[in-house]
């Protein structure tokens, strides 16, 4: 068996002089029947390894229901790495930020133990049985027992959140136990307190960076005498979230930075090799003094876009890789324009008046606390007096439609700090809210979503509240087209009548990728053929949604849309390429 260990200065593969060259693909953001594609595609760019995250919060979303399979079949991810002839490297945190909702941690996790990330001994309990049951999977696919795996990750950025080093010391221990018997590391941005508190004396030392390498390199060298360099994240893009710009790298000056990296002997993992997609609700959210959810697509301007495609990264990079190590001759081929085709929208009435059971309490009750897991929960109360005000709620987690007698007043926003809104004489006041995405950096993992707080009027207290959840993807089936109730829905459009669902079919002479334009509709979510795309919003950056090829079908495909606002022109249409918002000059 292939032996994998750490030198003076190198990583040794057996026992020679070995430079890794990797690249980042989670799984989890790339559709099962795809993920072949995408690691082919590495080593077509001279890749030997890849590197994934391990999303806890995907494998064990409700506590004591463990998934690997499918969409969480991590083993057979790491088999057709190795079928591939790479390496790979596994970070299963428990935390991995990634962008990715509550930062990989289950929200039954978060919401249930004290000591998040830390030696408590209820989360600690929490996080060894998590990581023993990644372990099984990982523990028989490492090199030296004939697969693929060649460093684990202990933990990620811990740094940059904490220095309890009986919490690093409890993750080595049940890592060694469990019988990972190939070199662990640890990652951190090149300072010197993040690097000096987020790793052990047996831990080797890696940074995270995107620019500046051999300043980076020289700050970790500091920190790690003696071994090999490594960058396990080099960052050549950067993410987006909604109501900003399209985040996109110099593909000239990121080249650089890899030329720079490899010349110094440093081993390297770029992030993101292929991003892939926040399919569903999975998008997480940043929050460093104001609240920006993130886009449902991860194209993170990597070599391989969103739908698998080669960039101009890919090619720059693949130029870079062929100075330092063999590159295949063979290339991939290049994008297809997808097929481009229109069909009308056809209303299929209200969806949001959901029959799910209701909490009835005094004060509006959270999410968390009512155990729901989509993106909104309707709050429903009597106003006082039948008088309106200045509507003002302690917090809105995330954004909140406000309605009195079944008629739109406005929104409460998050992003916006909002928490107070004039609201007319009635008698019913409702509040629609959205979970935008659950924040997934620094302290604020696991806060809970809903109104937070009192809700008064003028001063007054309004209470007792009915708190329904509303599951966006476990809805009825809209009403066929031409009903009484698509009647009912356009009318009621024009009255407020609220959310409304739409239905369409179209056809495919076989399957294919699609980007579907969502500009002229509001704020929701799209599913085709079952499937959840994720989140649209008109405010943007992302226009496009994409559609993988294996969740078509030749012949009739069907799409449902589920609209929070309002759509302004009943219509689907599909375009040849993705569209995901303008650039910073």
Known sequence: MTSFSLGDTDFLRDGQPHQVISGAIHYFRVHPDQWQDRIRKARLMGLNTIETYVAWNAHEPRRGEWDATGWNDLGRFLDLVHAEGLDAIVRPGPYICAEWHNGGLPVWLTGSVEGLRSSAPDFLEEVSAYLRRVYDIVT?????????????????????YGSDRAYLEALVAVT??????????TVDQPVDRMLSDGSLP?????????????????????????????????????????????????????????????????????????????????????????????????????????????????????????????????????????????????????????????????????????GHSSALVRYDAVLPG??????????????????????????????????????????????????????????????????IGEVGIDGTPVIGWTSTPVDVADIAPAPAPGTDAETDAVAGAGAGAGPLAWTAEFTLEAPADLFLDTATWGKGY??????????????????????????????????????????IAPRAVFVASPMLGVTEE
């Open 386 to 451: 039948g008088r309106g005000g200045l509507l003002v709620v302690g917090e809105v987690r995330d954004l909140a439609w406000v309605s009195v007698d079944g008629r739109g007043v406005g929104t409460l926003s998050r992003t916006r700090n909002d928490r107070a809104i004039r609201i007319p004489d009635g008698q019913a006041l409702s509040i629609l809210v959205e979970d935008q995405g659950r924040v997934n950096y620094d302290h604020r993992l696991g806060e809970e979503k809903g109104l």
């Open 140 to 160: 028989p696919r490492q090199i030296d027992r004939g697969g693929p795996v060649v460093l684990v990750q202990i933990e990620n950025e811990y740094g940059a």
């Open 176 to 185: 060694r136990d469990a019988g990972i018997t190939v070199p662990l590391t």
């Open 202 to 370: 047996e831990l080797h030392k890696t940074g995270s960076f995107g620019s500046r390498s051999a300043e980076r390199l020289a700050t970790l060298r500091r920190h790690q005498p003696t071994g090999p360099l490594m960058c396990s994240e080099f960052w050549d893009g950067w993410f987006d979230w909604w109501g900003g710009v399209h985040h996109t790298t110099d593909v000239a000056a990121a080249a650089a930075d890899l030329d720079a990296l490899l010349a110094a002997g440093a081993s390297v993992n770029i992030y993101m090799f292929h991003g892939g997609t926040n399919f569903a609700l999975t998008n997480g959210a940043n929050h460093k003094g104001r609240y920006l959810p993130l886009v449902t697509s991860y194209d993170y301007d990597a070599p391989l876009d969103e739908a698998g495609n080669p960039t101009a990264k890919f090619f720059a990079f693949r130029e870079v890789i062929s100075r330092y190590a063999p590159v295949p001759d063979e290339l991939p081929p290049a994008a297809d324009p997808a097929p481009a085709f229109e069909v009308p929208l056809a209303a299929a009435g209200p969806w949001t008046d959901t029959h799910a059971s209701a909490a009835k309490t005094t004060q509006p009750e959270t999410f968390d606390a009512l």
């Open 526 to 567: 799209a599913f085709v053929n079952d499937f959840f795309l994720g989140r649209y919003w008109r405010n943007g950056p992302q226009r496009t949604l994409y559609v993988p090829a294996p969740v078509t079908r030749r012949g009739t495909n069907t799409l449902v849309v589920r609209e929070l606002e309002e759509v």
